[in-house]
């Protein structure tokens, strides 16, 4: 029920995703009747993919402007919170939300609890780079100001999310900062970048500036979430930026209208490599649980991203091996590690909210 686009977004985008998977389930959290109009209302081309989809009636929502304290004293029967039950529960092996980022966060730590004493969970996501890899980037504005325990804490998390998602041996780690000499940036970000240089077995590379985010040389950039949300939503910005003038320059004269067509191919893959859609799913990592944030403006197409890196992350059963990595046990919610209920298969069940 989250989301700019409200429910029709969510649902076609779940249909999406079902219809490129044919593992997976999904269970859709919302007032039944409305979810109902929106099933009925699904192209012909996912409408078969509708009986994947399993309506949960929640009578009630958190609304986007809540504050996390209301979220935490609102009844248990919102769609986001017993979407999160769900999840807890083990009947999902993970959650997508397009809803309340703040609400999302103090009702999936009660629900969820955190893996090895990390205290607050941090937004993290895949961002683009020039060699056609990913960076990650946290945090993305869970924690707006943090301290050097934090930003440690980040390092050690993103660095064990490379690991396990792509498969790296040896992730490289950064700071971001306003510079790369050991004496600029605020005092917290120094005293982590002293804390990091002593951390055994990291391949920790310093500070690097906002630039060097793009470029590929480090695979984990770790920042606060003030500093973070505002590089992502500048990116954003920027790479839609970059495709409408170059669209607008060939459609100015006849001439570039001819080279227009004939660089279209080269257009539409340019497009499709900046486009943020593609990378919409931020994960809330340090939970006991899978829970994945969708932007809260992204199209039908966005959320099915979302979905999507849930689902990759309930594949490599990623916060069992967070708390491994981290130095705690390995029980996802409070017990064995979560799996759908089909059995054996590989793909997860997945909540929407």
């Not at 995703?17 to 109009?37: K, T």
């Not at 986007?64 to 979220?71: G, H, K, N, T």
């Not at 199209?299 to 309930?314: I, P």
């Amino acid at each position: 029920m989250g989301g700019d686009l409200g429910p029709r977004a969510t649902v076609q985008g779940a249909a999406l995703a079902l219809a490129a998977n044919p593992a997976l389930d999904i269970f859709l959290f919302g007032p039944e009747q409305r979810l109902a109009v929106e099933l009925d209302a699904l192209p012909r081309r996912l409408a078969r993919h509708g009986a994947r989809l399993t309506l949960c009636h929640s009578p009630h929502e958190i609304d986007q402007a809540m504050r996390p304290s209301a979220a935490l004293r609102a009844p248990r029967d919102t769609s986001m919170a017993m979407m999160l039950e769900c999840v807890a529960r083990g009947r999902a092996d993970a959650g997508v939300s397009a809803g309340n980022t703040g609400a999302l966060m103090a009702l999936a730590r009660r629900e969820l609890g955190m893996v090895a004493g990390i205290p607050r969970p941090a937004i993290s996501t895949a961002i683009p780079t020039r060699r056609g890899g990913h960076c990650y980037l946290l945090d993305l504005g869970a924690n707006v100001d943090a301290s050097a325990a934090r930003l440690v804490d980040f390092a050690r998390l993103g660095e064990a999310m490379a690991r396990r998602i792509d498969g790296l041996a040896a992730p490289r780690v950064a700071l971001l900062n306003v510079g790369v000499e050991g004496t600029k940036g605020p005092a917290s970000v120094r005293e982590a970048d002293a804390r990091l240089r002593d951390w055994a077995g990291l391949d920790y590379r310093g500070f690097v500036e906002g630039g060097d985010i793009f470029a590929g040389e480090v695979d984990v950039v770790v920042c606060d979430g003030f500093v973070g949300n505002a590089v992502l939503k500048a990116s954003e910005g920027l790479a839609r930026l970059l495709v409408e003038r170059v669209q607008r320059v060939f459609e100015t004269r006849w001439s570039g209208r001819l080279v227009a067509t004939l660089a279209r191919p080269a257009l539409r893959r340019l497009k499709s490599e900046l486009d943020p859609v593609r990378y919409n799913g931020a994960s809330l990592l340090g939970l006991k649980g899978i829970v994945v944030k969708s932007h809260g403006g992204a199209s039908a197409e966005g959320f099915a991203y979302a979905v999507a890196r849930a689902v990759e992350e309930g594949r490599r059963k990623l916060p069992g091996h967070l708390e491994q990595a981290l130095g705690g046990s390995t029980a996802p919610g409070g017990g064995s590690a979560i799996v759908s209920a089909a059995g054996d298969r590989d793909d997860s069940g997945i909540g929407i909210r």
